[in-house]
Protein backbone atom coordinates (compact mmCIF):
# COMPACT_ATOMS: atom_id res chain seq x y z
CA UNK A 1 0.00 0.00 0.00
CA UNK A 2 1.07 3.66 -0.24
CA UNK A 3 3.83 4.97 2.55
CA UNK A 4 3.01 8.00 4.48
CA UNK A 5 5.85 8.92 6.73
CA UNK A 6 4.89 11.50 9.91
CA UNK A 7 7.69 13.23 11.72
CA UNK A 8 8.92 13.13 14.52
CA UNK A 9 7.61 9.92 16.09
CA UNK A 10 7.98 12.00 19.56
CA UNK A 11 8.70 15.46 20.78
CA UNK A 12 8.99 16.81 24.06
CA UNK A 13 8.58 20.62 24.19
CA UNK A 14 8.19 23.30 26.73
CA UNK A 15 4.97 25.62 27.09
CA UNK A 16 5.07 28.55 25.27
CA UNK A 17 6.71 27.00 22.45
CA UNK A 18 6.09 25.96 19.14
CA UNK A 19 6.41 22.35 17.22
CA UNK A 20 5.99 21.34 13.19
CA UNK A 21 4.50 18.04 12.39
CA UNK A 22 5.47 16.95 9.27
CA UNK A 23 3.12 14.57 6.99
CA UNK A 24 4.88 13.04 3.92
CA UNK A 25 3.18 11.05 1.30
CA UNK A 26 5.87 8.99 -0.30
CA UNK A 27 5.04 7.67 -3.18
CA UNK A 28 2.00 9.35 -4.32
CA UNK A 29 0.23 12.70 -4.65
CA UNK A 30 -1.98 13.37 -1.81
CA UNK A 31 -4.86 16.05 -2.92
CA UNK A 32 -6.05 15.72 1.01
CA UNK A 33 -5.02 14.98 3.85
CA UNK A 34 -6.24 14.96 7.36
CA UNK A 35 -4.79 15.61 10.46
CA UNK A 36 -6.47 14.04 13.70
CA UNK A 37 -5.55 13.79 17.70
CA UNK A 38 -6.11 10.92 19.80
CA UNK A 39 -6.15 11.17 23.83
CA UNK A 40 -4.91 7.36 25.81
CA UNK A 41 -7.22 4.94 24.71
CA UNK A 42 -9.72 7.04 23.00
CA UNK A 43 -10.40 6.86 19.20
CA UNK A 44 -9.12 9.54 16.40
CA UNK A 45 -11.08 12.96 16.50
CA UNK A 46 -10.34 14.66 12.97
CA UNK A 47 -9.24 18.17 13.77
CA UNK A 48 -8.99 19.91 10.40
CA UNK A 49 -9.06 18.38 6.34
CA UNK A 50 -5.78 20.17 4.69
CA UNK A 51 -6.45 20.29 0.59
CA UNK A 52 -3.25 21.32 -1.75
CA UNK A 53 -2.52 24.92 -2.36
CA UNK A 54 -6.03 26.20 -0.29
CA UNK A 55 -7.00 27.06 3.22
CA UNK A 56 -7.02 24.15 5.80
CA UNK A 57 -10.65 23.24 7.13
CA UNK A 58 -10.69 22.76 10.61
CA UNK A 59 -13.77 21.01 12.65
CA UNK A 60 -15.64 22.67 15.24
CA UNK A 61 -13.67 23.67 18.48
CA UNK A 62 -10.62 23.05 16.89
CA UNK A 63 -8.74 26.70 17.25
CA UNK A 64 -7.34 27.55 13.91
CA UNK A 65 -4.53 29.96 14.67
CA UNK A 66 -3.08 27.75 17.70
CA UNK A 67 -3.57 24.70 14.85
CA UNK A 68 -1.89 26.04 11.56
CA UNK A 69 -1.52 23.89 8.96
CA UNK A 70 0.11 24.33 5.29
CA UNK A 71 -0.51 22.05 2.75
CA UNK A 72 2.09 23.49 0.56
CA UNK A 73 3.06 20.76 -1.96
CA UNK A 74 0.88 17.22 -3.14
CA UNK A 75 3.16 15.62 -0.83
CA UNK A 76 3.77 17.57 2.20
CA UNK A 77 1.17 19.02 4.88
CA UNK A 78 2.58 20.22 8.15
CA UNK A 79 0.76 20.82 11.71
CA UNK A 80 2.25 23.85 13.72
CA UNK A 81 0.81 23.34 17.42
CA UNK A 82 1.57 27.18 18.40
CA UNK A 83 2.22 28.35 22.38
CA UNK A 84 1.87 25.08 23.25
CA UNK A 85 0.65 24.14 26.64
CA UNK A 86 1.01 21.08 28.86
CA UNK A 87 -3.49 19.97 27.65
CA UNK A 88 -2.56 20.21 24.07
CA UNK A 89 -0.05 16.79 24.95
CA UNK A 90 -1.54 13.81 22.60
CA UNK A 91 -1.42 11.83 19.76
CA UNK A 92 -1.08 13.23 16.80
CA UNK A 93 -1.69 11.48 13.77
CA UNK A 94 -2.14 11.95 9.72
CA UNK A 95 -3.63 10.63 6.71
CA UNK A 96 -3.44 11.35 2.82
CA UNK A 97 -5.67 9.79 0.27
CA UNK A 98 -4.77 9.20 -3.39
CA UNK A 99 -8.01 11.03 -4.18
CA UNK A 100 -11.11 12.88 -3.04
CA UNK A 101 -12.31 9.50 -1.83
CA UNK A 102 -11.64 5.78 -0.60
CA UNK A 103 -9.17 4.79 1.53
CA UNK A 104 -6.80 6.66 3.52
CA UNK A 105 -2.89 5.98 4.58
CA UNK A 106 -2.05 7.56 7.80
CA UNK A 107 1.34 8.22 9.01
CA UNK A 108 3.20 6.62 12.15
CA UNK A 109 1.63 9.33 14.71
CA UNK A 110 3.51 12.10 17.00
CA UNK A 111 3.90 11.80 20.49
CA UNK A 112 3.60 14.78 21.90
CA UNK A 113 4.31 15.82 25.37
CA UNK A 114 4.73 19.83 26.72
CA UNK A 115 6.23 20.33 30.07
CA UNK B 1 -20.78 14.31 18.70
CA UNK B 2 -20.47 12.21 15.01
CA UNK B 3 -18.35 9.14 16.42
CA UNK B 4 -19.73 6.31 16.22
CA UNK B 5 -20.42 3.22 18.58
CA UNK B 6 -18.47 0.13 18.82
CA UNK B 7 -19.11 -2.77 20.79
CA UNK B 8 -17.51 -4.35 22.71
CA UNK B 9 -15.11 -1.52 23.89
CA UNK B 10 -12.88 -4.43 25.00
CA UNK B 11 -12.69 -8.40 23.81
CA UNK B 12 -10.22 -10.85 25.19
CA UNK B 13 -10.50 -14.68 23.24
CA UNK B 14 -7.83 -17.68 22.87
CA UNK B 15 -6.06 -18.28 20.20
CA UNK B 16 -7.90 -19.90 17.08
CA UNK B 17 -11.34 -18.65 18.31
CA UNK B 18 -13.35 -15.76 16.10
CA UNK B 19 -13.60 -12.24 17.00
CA UNK B 20 -16.53 -10.10 16.15
CA UNK B 21 -16.53 -6.36 16.63
CA UNK B 22 -19.55 -4.46 15.79
CA UNK B 23 -19.51 -0.74 15.02
CA UNK B 24 -22.78 1.79 14.36
CA UNK B 25 -22.53 4.72 13.00
CA UNK B 26 -24.86 7.98 12.53
CA UNK B 27 -24.29 9.97 9.15
CA UNK B 28 -24.82 8.95 5.41
CA UNK B 29 -21.80 7.24 4.29
CA UNK B 30 -20.24 6.29 1.22
CA UNK B 31 -18.59 3.08 2.71
CA UNK B 32 -17.16 2.13 5.49
CA UNK B 33 -13.87 1.21 6.67
CA UNK B 34 -12.02 -0.88 9.00
CA UNK B 35 -8.81 -0.08 10.78
CA UNK B 36 -5.98 -1.64 12.75
CA UNK B 37 -3.91 0.00 15.34
CA UNK B 38 -0.97 -1.11 17.13
CA UNK B 39 -0.42 0.53 20.73
CA UNK B 40 0.81 3.78 20.14
CA UNK B 41 1.31 3.30 16.50
CA UNK B 42 -1.03 4.79 12.93
CA UNK B 43 -3.84 2.76 11.71
CA UNK B 44 -3.23 0.34 9.03
CA UNK B 45 -6.41 -0.50 6.85
CA UNK B 46 -7.77 -3.51 6.36
CA UNK B 47 -10.98 -3.67 4.25
CA UNK B 48 -13.48 -1.39 2.91
CA UNK B 49 -17.16 -2.16 2.07
CA UNK B 50 -19.01 0.45 0.21
CA UNK B 51 -22.81 1.34 0.73
CA UNK B 52 -24.33 -0.52 -1.97
CA UNK B 53 -22.35 -3.92 -0.34
CA UNK B 54 -23.66 -6.30 2.54
CA UNK B 55 -21.15 -8.43 2.70
CA UNK B 56 -17.24 -8.61 1.83
CA UNK B 57 -14.07 -11.06 2.74
CA UNK B 58 -10.49 -10.62 2.61
CA UNK B 59 -8.65 -13.81 4.08
CA UNK B 60 -9.84 -14.42 7.56
CA UNK B 61 -11.46 -10.74 7.73
CA UNK B 62 -15.19 -10.72 6.99
CA UNK B 63 -17.29 -7.47 7.06
CA UNK B 64 -20.59 -6.72 6.43
CA UNK B 65 -22.74 -4.05 5.96
CA UNK B 66 -26.74 -2.65 7.20
CA UNK B 67 -27.16 0.65 5.90
CA UNK B 68 -30.78 0.35 7.17
CA UNK B 69 -29.52 0.23 10.57
CA UNK B 70 -26.31 1.72 10.40
CA UNK B 71 -24.01 -0.76 11.58
CA UNK B 72 -21.24 -2.92 10.36
CA UNK B 73 -19.68 -5.68 12.23
CA UNK B 74 -16.02 -7.30 11.65
CA UNK B 75 -15.18 -10.86 11.95
CA UNK B 76 -11.58 -12.28 12.26
CA UNK B 77 -11.68 -16.00 12.29
CA UNK B 78 -9.20 -18.45 13.86
CA UNK B 79 -7.23 -15.46 15.55
CA UNK B 80 -4.01 -15.68 16.36
CA UNK B 81 -1.64 -13.70 19.31
CA UNK B 82 -0.55 -11.32 16.57
CA UNK B 83 -4.19 -10.06 16.24
CA UNK B 84 -3.75 -8.36 19.21
CA UNK B 85 -4.28 -4.36 18.54
CA UNK B 86 -7.14 -1.90 18.68
CA UNK B 87 -9.58 -2.02 15.72
CA UNK B 88 -11.80 1.06 14.54
CA UNK B 89 -14.45 1.40 12.16
CA UNK B 90 -14.64 4.52 10.05
CA UNK B 91 -17.64 6.14 8.30
CA UNK B 92 -16.68 7.77 4.90
CA UNK B 93 -19.12 10.69 5.16
CA UNK B 94 -21.27 11.82 1.89
CA UNK B 95 -20.61 15.23 0.41
CA UNK B 96 -18.17 17.28 -0.09
CA UNK B 97 -14.58 16.28 1.12
CA UNK B 98 -15.41 12.82 2.07
CA UNK B 99 -14.32 12.30 5.95
CA UNK B 100 -13.52 9.53 8.00
CA UNK B 101 -15.48 9.86 11.27
CA UNK B 102 -14.00 7.10 13.50
CA UNK B 103 -15.57 4.92 15.81
CA UNK B 104 -14.31 4.04 19.65
CA UNK B 105 -12.71 1.05 19.11
CA UNK B 106 -12.52 -2.41 20.08
CA UNK B 107 -9.46 -3.29 21.62
CA UNK B 108 -8.83 -6.76 21.06
CA UNK B 109 -6.33 -9.12 23.05
CA UNK B 110 -5.59 -13.39 21.94
CA UNK B 111 -4.29 -14.84 24.22
CA UNK B 112 -1.90 -17.53 22.74
Known amino acids: GAVVSQHPSWVICKSGTSVKIECRSLDFQATTMFWYRQFPKQSLMLMAT?????????EQGVEKDKFLINHASLTLSTLTVTSAHPEDSSFYICSARLTGKGVAFFGQGTRLTVV | SQQGEEDPQALSIQEGENATMNCSYK?????LQWYRQNSGRGLVHLIL?????REKHSGRLRVTLDTSKKSSSLLITASRAADTASYFCAAATQGGSEKLVFGKGTKLTVNP
Open chain 2, 27 to 31: TSINN
Open chain 2, 49 to 53: IRSNE
Open chain 1, 50 to 58: SNEGSKATY
